[in-house]
C-alpha cells in the first residue's frame, strides 16, 4: 500500500506482493494540503495518520483505521502549542509511529519547528518541550517551506536516544528520552551563512538510518550529502559521484543497511532533476559510491522535482522503491531500482509518499 | 435580541449543519460572540482562531459590511441584532 499525500489531498494505492498493477483510491480531503501520512501496524492495529492543513482553516491530524472508508476527528485541532507560547500551528511535516516496545506513542514534527507527542495512539498530543523551550528557538531560522521540524529519526537500541531535523536548523539529538537536544552537525556545510560551519542553522533536508545500524546517520543537505557513524557527532562528506549535491530526499533499503537512495536537483535556484533526466542514485556501499538508476524513468524534458518526504521504501524483498514529483507523476520499482514504472501520471503536486505492506 | 454569526458552508460540519447561528448569551464584543460560541462549538471557532486566539490569516470576519481587520479585530463592538459573518479569504491555489 502506498499513502501519497498532495497539495490537493490524499490517495492510496493498493497493489498485490508482485507490485505490478495499482489501484487509486482518492483523493481524501480534497482541496487540502497533504504533507505527512503514516501508517501504523503495531498491536494489531491498521492506522492511516494523515495530517491534512486547510489553506483557510488550519491542519490537524486525522486518523482511519479502515484504510480510508471513514476518518475520525478530531473535530478539535489536537495538535496546539500552549496557550502563551505565542506559536500557533501552520502544519503537520512528519508523523512517526514509536518504536515497536511502545505502541501508544506516537510523534510527530511540525510548523513552526516542535516535536508533539502522543501516547495514546494520536488521539491527544504534547508538544516535547526540550524542543519548545529550547534556547536555540529564537536563532531558528524559516527555509523556503517555513520552520518545519520535518525528520524524526529512532533509535530501536535506545528508547532515550533520538534525533530530528529542522529546516533551518539543522540536526539536533537527544540522550535523555526529549528533555534535552544538543546540535550535532559538526562538518555539515551552511553555504548560505558567512560562517559555514556554524554550531546549528544548517539547512538539513532529510536525514534516514537503518533499524539494523541506527548509529549511522545519512544526510540530505541544503548543498551536501553527509554520513555519520556515531550519532551525528561527526559528519563526512559522501557526495562521490553524483551530479549534484542538492536534493531532498533519501530513504534506506530496509533489506540492507548500505543502500540508500537519494533523486539529485540541478541546484537551489533551478529545482529541478539535472539535465531534465530523472534518474535516482543508489549507493551499495553506504556512500563510498553512487549509480544512476534510470531504468523506464524519462531521459529526456524532465522537469520533475521530488520533495523531502516524496519517496518511500517497502519492506518486501526486493524492496520497492517509490516516488512522487511536484509534476504529479508517481513511479515504483519492485527491484529495489533496478527498473521502474508509471503508476499514476496527473496527480496534483505530491508532497509525500509512504509505503506500507498489509496483510488482507 | 440576539447577535447573529453566519458561517460558510464549508465549516457547517461543524454547526451540525446550521448557518446560522444565533448568540443569546451576553456578548459586547465579537471576540465575546466568538467565545460563546467556543463553549458550545469548539471545533468551529478552532477554524476561525489560532490556539492563540488570533483570527486565522485566510479567514475574514466581518461586522455588517466591514471586516473586523479594519475595525478592532476581536474587540470590535457588537450590539444586539449585529451579524457576524464568517468568509474564508479568497486565497489558495
Known sequence: MLLVGTTKGAFFFTSDAKR????????????ESVYSVAYDSRGGRTRTFMGTQSSHFGGTIRVSDDFGKSWVGPERQAVRFPEGSGLSLAGVWQIMPGRPDEPDVVRCG?????????????????????????????????????????????????????????????????????KSWRPRNDGVRAVFLPNKYPEFGQCVH????????????????????????????SW???ANGVPSDF??????????????????????????????????????????SW????????????????????MAADALDPAGIYFGTRGGKLYGSADDGDSWTEI????????????????? | MAVSVIVPRALTPYTRGVGTLVVDEPCSTVGDAL????????????????????????????????????????????????????VPAVSGG
Open chain 1, 110 to 178: 511540525v510548523e513552526p519547528a516542535c516535536l508533539f507527542e502522543s501516547r495514546d495512539g494520536g488521539e491527544s498530543w504534547e508538544p516535547v518541550k526540550g524542543l519548545l523551550e529550547h534556547e536555540h528557538r529564537p536563532r531558528w531560522q524559516p527555509g523556503g517551506g517555513g520552520l518545519c521540524l520535518h525528520t524524526i529519526v529512532m533509535d530501536p537500541k535506545d528508547r532515550k536516544r533520538m534525533g530530528i531535523a529542522i529546516s533551518t536548523a539543522g540536526f539536533y539529538r537527544t540522550d535523555d528520552g526529549g
Open chain 2, 35 to 86: 467565545a460563546a460560541i467556543a463553549t458550545r462549538l469548539p471545533a468551529l471557532t478552532d477554524r476561525v482562531l489560532t490556539e492563540q486566539g488570533e483570527i486565522r490569516r485566510h479567514v475574514n470576519v466581518f461586522v455588517g459590511d466591514e471586516s473586523v481587520r479594519f475595525l478592532d479585530g476581536l474587540e470590535t463592538k457588537v450590539e444586539s441584532g449585529t451579524v457576524i459573518t464568517i
Open chain 1, 344 to 360: 499514476a501520471d496527473a496527480l496534483p503536486p505530491i508532497c509525500c509518499v509512504k509505503a506500507a505492506v498489509v496483510e488482507r
Open chain 1, 247 to 288: 536534493g531532498f530526499a533519501m530513504v534506506t533499503n530496509p533489506n540492507d543497511a548500505d543502500t540508500v537512495y537519494i533523486i539529485p536537483l540541478q541546484s537551489d535556484q533551478f529545482r529541478i532533476v539535472p539535465e531534465a533526466k530523472l534518474r535516482v542514485y543508489r549507493t551499495r556501499d553506504a556512500g563510498a
Open chain 1, 20 to 31: 505490478k498493477k495499482w489501484k487509486m483510491d482518492g483523493p481524501h480531503f480534497p482541496g
Open chain 1, 291 to 310: 549509480e544512476p538508476l534510470a531504468s523506464g524513468l524519462p531521459q529526456e524534458n524532465a522537469f520533475e522535482c521530488v520533495l523531502r518526504d516524496g
Open chain 1, 206 to 233: 532529510k536525514v534516514v538510518n537503518h533499524p539494523a545500524k541506527p548509529e549511522r546517520l545519512f544526510l540530505q543537505n541544503h548543498w551536501g550529502l553527509y554520513r555519520s557513524d556515531d550519532w551525528g557527532d
Open chain 1, 236 to 238: 563526512q562528506d559522501i
